[in-house]
């Protein structure tokens, strides 16, 4: 590999161009999104407590220059049911059930196929500030990500809690910014405030491998699998994105050059894991890499007033979605 | 074991400290033996020497600096040497100087385009200036040589570089007015130049670590950050930034070196350097490069392949023989690579006949696997065009190897090559009537491909049907496995890439064929539920049919420990609690939930918990809600978003005529909010002990949620505040429009839990 990196410079692919487009306003700052995992549908939560969903098909309808019909609203569904800002989302990967994790210390089952439903027709209560959900790949379970140390495992049917019977020694500062799923559900990731990345078997919730200064000491604030769940792409305060190999829990790959501090930045790879999206602060810039030689491929402002909280990438296709301080979301697909 | 601990740096560190306190005499055999593990250890090396300068041991001074000067291209410790030398040549008079300015010279040359040199530039400037001169032609003749020394010093890439052409600046000047304007004029440009690339190269230079000893790689975050930046100098040396020609190469090694301190035991590192070398036609540095990295790393076989290599390709056969012979070491250690790699060696710079001879040799020995075989017999076949030898050699491995499938592939696959199928089939049949079950699966499915390709329809459907027989017992294929399927025909009539369905239909197969295998384990249904015994029985379906998509794994419950929320809070491991308690928790809950339902009756009817202790809560819960207060909550308003406005819920509440019913005082309510349940609240419906409904108003709440959602918009980072640490906020004027509003009348203790239906909060204070 060291060798590989020095063998694919100045081969980088090179990122398509995008056209974007304002999608909608929260009256808050809009703070997480998350796309479902047929690519059909991406939500969006705001701290005003609401989350608002779009479906794909109409913000391209929107897109087009010329829509007959006047203005098309890609916003098909608006929910509010939580009393504290959205912390983050998913989908069920079978059902229309999307799932919000909020700093009232909640869980909440919206059921989006009916047209009225405004509100959480299930709720999970949880004791700390939720930060981060991810649905098991069986839609069965489902792990919480909170300011407790350990990911808590809920059985979606009896609303049952577990914890992982043997944690290590994780300190004071170890609340979970980021709990995400392996493809095939035998591994889940945290990426905690403490800058260290964990890796958990997915079958006995047990540590496998903790990652324990990833970000050095500055709080790592998402991670997420390759498809084939053999690296983890990570995120920190640090203004750092690496990835690493889970087997041996080498780094095999750093992309530098964005600058993120203050929030939450994620790391994300684009549909084909190609290329590496993440935040450029100072300079209110969405960062693009080559995933494989590391160089930087692109930079583009991101239009928002302000950097945005959040980037997230379309799992089917060429399109990703930021959400920013200004409150707006605003929808990036390829020029075609 | 001993190897990891040989090179650490804690206990290097704590040595070499130790032997500062030390008489020479007992602190020599520490760096000593420092040394020997770390020989680059510039660091050390100067201590050392120090200690030896220390006490004007000479000999032995001179003796380390002999040992160490040429590997250790090492600013301070260059200085040391060159503080050494004007020492002891001190009171030489005009000899001694000569002995100076030589050492002088020789150590510029060698660190002189280190990043640090600056001072010793200066220094050996001040030495020039400060030479005697007798007469004038002496005195042109140190000016010259300071001038020299100048123009030197003021197009190399230092820290002082500037400072150095100031000074040039002065000196020229002070030696004459009109012949300065036209030197520095020239010499200009070229200082412009480097003093750029200095400032690019501080940036590389920065992020390495000088003080880091040399130890083998390890996967550590800081010696791979190590390595990037080195190779990132490197790189940038090799673009030559200063357009410089001659004396590029020269920065180039210079690099090199000096990164080989570091990373002594980087083997790709000095692959690196020598076939940098050997690239710029330096045939015999690049050996030398070789031949120092086989002394540092004597166990890489890498390097030992990559050096022969080098020499083969320049005639030098005889040191590359001499190589493959050291990688054949003893014979008892003999690797078969290294067997296969020399016969091939010596094929293709001896002949056939070398080649041979040494096969011959090598099968005897007791490292000799079936690759050896296979290699020779290929050579034999493809180079030498001769398939009777190559037949001749698998025939006479065969019977070592009968016993090896991977054998029996090869040799198949040369048979095929040579179209001898009935020879192949004999192959087949003899290796399945010994090999174990559990190894042949691999024969069978090639013998099987094999009859595809060969043979007839019926000797392709009878090797089918006596391979299902043979590997029926096996775990691979289950008892249905005997059953002849649509798949077993798929894989008869696909080709290559091409297959008679669809990849849909392929899915669907191998999902039902995995889903058959199951049926028998269904019943069983805590085996299922355990992710990891699934993944172990599900198998692909034969002939490539994958089904790699479809494993899931489910996580096994029974290895974790059950957490309940309410009753633990904040606890990281909660000893085991039973699910009584769990369901008398779950009475906390229902209640926000029903009054949900009541508040919104249109919006969503599926509004309950699934969870059938909950569910049996909620009756209870209703049953047990006064008809007042179901009344109430019956006649609220249905509400958008998550703030309604007070004030017209107020009023619709107000319209409506509920029972009378007692009540608290309102004002009273948000400073119970972080007290828990007041017990005042519990008695509102006597039934309601055993479950506190979420007592607090949570209009308060809201209120609060309002003014710190205004917050938030002045200060950015929400994160830090939390919940808990907020005081709340009372607004004064609604409570008094409320009371207003109320007028004299007792009743308010409605408000009391209403509040909770509008925003569906289960507040963690309830518990």
């Known amino acids: 590999m060291i060798s590989a990196v020095q063998d694919t410079k100045g081969s980088s692919k090179s990122f398509p161009k995008h056209e974007t487009r304002h999608l909608s306003e929260h009256k808050n700052i809009a703070r997480c999104a998350r796309f479902s995992p047929d690519g059909k549908f991406v939500a969006t939560g705001s701290a005003d407590t609401s989350i608002k969903l779009f479906e794909i098909s109409k913000i391209k309808q929107m897109m087009l220059p010329d829509s007959k019909e006047g203005p098309v609203r890609p916003v098909i569904r608006t929910f509010y049911d939580h009393v504290q800002p959205i912390n983050d989302l998913d989908f069920h990967p079978q059902s229309t059930v999307l799932i919000s994790g909020a700093k009232d210390n909640t869980i909440k089952f919206f059921d989006f196929s009916k047209a009225t439903a405004k509100r ?75 800058g260290a990345i964990r890796l958990w078997d997915g079958v006995s919730a047990s540590c496998v491998r903790a990652i324990a200064d990833a970000h050095g000491t500055a709080e790592a604030t998402s991670a997420c699998f390759t498809k084939d769940q053999r690296f983890v792409l990570s995120c920190g305060k640090d203004s750092a994105v690496k990835l690493w190999e889970i087997g041996t829990g080498r780094l095999v790959k750093q992309y530098l050059g964005a600058t993120h501090t203050q929030f939450r930045c994620q790391a994300v790879f684009n549909d084909t894991e190609e290329f590496v999206l993440s935040i450029d602060e100072p300079s209110n810039e969405i960062v693009i890499w080559d995933a494989l030689t590391a160089d930087k491929v692109a930079k583009w402002p991101s239009n928002h007033i302000g950097a945005p909280r959040w980037i997230e990438h379309s799992p089917t296709e060429a399109a990703f979605i930021s959400c920013g301080t200004d409150r707006s979301v605003r929808f990036w697909k390829e020029n075609l | 074991m001993a190897a990891v601990d040989k090179y650490n740096v804690e206990s290097a560190e704590i040595l070499a400290n ?44 001179k003796q380390i600096f002999s040992r160490c000067l040429l590997n250790c291209l090492h600013v301070p410790l260059w200085r040391c040497y060159i503080r050494f030398i004007r020492k002891v040549n001190d009171r030489k008079g005009v000899e001694g100087q000569e002995e100076t300015r030589k050492a002088f010279d020789f150590m510029l040359s060698y660190v002189g385009a280190d990043i640090a040199s600056g001072p010793v530039w200066m220094e050996y400037i001040a030495f020039l200036k400060s030479m005697p001169a007798a007469n004038t032609q002496e005195e042109t003749q140190r000016m010259t040589a300071v001038r020299k020394a100048y123009q030197k010093a003021v197009v190399t890439p230092t820290h002082h570089i500037e400072q150095l052409w100031r000074d040039y600046e002065n000196f020229e000047n002070s030696v004459s007015r009109q012949l300065a304007k036209g030197l520095l004029s020239e010499y200009q440009p070229k200082y412009n130049s480097a003093r750029a690339v200095y400032r690019e190269l501080k940036k590389y230079v920065d992020e390495i670590d000088w003080n880091m000893l040399a130890i083998p790689p390890t996967d550590s975050c800081k010696d791979q950050m190590q390595w990037v930046a080195w190779k990132r100098l490197l790189a940038f040396e090799k673009g030559n930034p200063q357009r410089i020609d001659g004396a590029s190469k020269k920065r180039i090694i210079f690099s090199y070196e000096q990164c080989l301190m570091y990373l002594y035991h980087y083997p790709d590192i000095w692959y690196d350097y020598a076939t940098w070398q050997a690239k710029s036609g330096s045939m015999d540095a690049a050996v030398k490069v070789f031949q120092r990295a086989l002394k540092a790393l004597p166990e890489s076989e890498m390097l030992k392949y990559a050096y022969a290599e080098l020499e083969e390709s320049r005639g030098s056969l005889q040191s590359a023989k001499k190589l493959y012979e050291s990688l054949l070491g003893d014979a008892a250690e003999t690797t078969t690579l290294a067997h296969i ?35 020779y017999a290929l050579m034999a076949f493809c180079l030498d065009k001769d398939p009777k030898v190559a037949h001749n050699v698998f025939e006479a491995g065969l019977k070592q190897f009968m016993h090896e499938p991977v054998y029996i592939l090869e040799y198949a696959d040369f048979l095929s090559c040579l179209n001898d199928d009935r020879n192949i089939r004999a192959l087949f049949e003899r290796a399945l009537s010994s090999l174990p079950q559990e190894e042949s699966i691999e024969v069978w499915k090639r013998f099987t491909q094999f009859e595809k390709t060969y043979g007839d329809l019926a000797s392709m459907l009878k090797v089918e049907q006596r391979r299902k027989e043979a590997l029926s017992g096996t775990s691979e294929e289950g008892a249905s496995a005997l059953e002849t399927s649509l798949l077993d025909l798929i894989s008869r009539y696909s080709f290559k890439d091409l297959w008679p369905c669809s990849s849909k239909d392929l899915d669907h197969l191998s999902r039902q064929e995995w ?7 269904k019943v069983d249904k805590s085996a299922l539920s355990n992710g990891s015994a699934m993944t172990d029985k599900s198998t692909s379906a034969p002939s490539g049919v994958s089904t790699a998509s479809l494993k899931v794994l489910r996580p096994d419950t029974s290895q974790m420990v059950i957490y309940d929320p309410r009753q633990h809070h904040g606890t990281t491991v909660p000893s085991n609690t039973t699910t009584a308690i769990l369901a008398a928790s779950n009475l906390s809950n229902p209640m926000a939930t029903v009054v ?5 009756p249109l919006s969503n009817p599926t509004v309950s918990m699934v969870d059938g202790v909950s569910s049996n809560a909620f009756d209870e819960v209703l049953k047990a809600t006064p008809p007042s207060l179901s009344a109430f909550l019956a006649g609220l308003p249905s509400i958008e978003g998550p703030a309604p406005n007070v004030d017209i819920v107020l009023s619709i509440c107000l319209q409506n005529d509920y029972p009378t019913v007692q009540t608290k005082k309102a004002t009273s309510l948000p400073s119970q909010r972080t007290a828990g349940p007041a017990p005042s609240t519990s008695d509102l419906s006597g039934s309601s002990k055993s479950h506190p409904i979420p007592s ?35 607004d004064a004027f609604r409570i008094r429009q409320m009371q207003k509003a109320r007028g004299g009348s007792a009743s308010q203790t409605g408000s009391v839990s209403y509040g909770s239906a509008l925003s569906g909060d289960l507040s963690g204070s309830t518990c």
């Open chain 2, 341 to 375: 790699q020399f016969i091939r060696f010596l094929r293709r710079n001896e002949g056939v006949e070398a080649a041979r001879k040494y096969f011959l040799d090598a099968r005897k020995s007791p490292s000799c696997t079936y690759h050896v075989y296979v290699a």
């Open chain 2, 18 to 61: 130790s032997a500062l306190h030390l008489p020479i005499t007992q602190a020599a055999p520490i760096y000593e033996q420092l040394l020997t593990i770390f020989p680059t250890a510039a660091k050390y090396w100067r201590q050392y020497v120090e200690a030896q300068m220390g006490v004007n041991n000479d000999d032995a001074t």
């Open chain 2, 515 to 521: 889903l058959s295998k199951n049926i028998g384990k």
């Open chain 2, 596 to 600: 949900g339902a009541a508040s919104n």
């Open chain 2, 696 to 730: 607090n108003s949570s209009f308060r709440p809201r209120d609060r949620q309002l003014g710190k959602r205004k917050d938030q918009e002045r200060q950015e980072e929400e994160e830090s505040t939390t919940v808990q640490s907020q005081p709340l906020q009372r």
């Open chain 1, 120 to 194: 959480a027709f299930r709720v999970i209560q949880d004791t700390h500030n939720v930060r981060s959900v991810s649905f098991h790949p069986s839609g069965d379970f489902l792990l919480a990500g909170t300011d407790h140390s350990i990911a808590h495992l809920y059985d979606v049917n009896t609303f049952q809690c577990y914890l992982s019977a043997n944690t290590p020694e994780i300190g004071v500062n170890g609340a979970i910014n980021q709990v995400r799923y392996s493809s095939t559900g035998g591994m889940y990731v945290t990426a905690s405030k403490d």
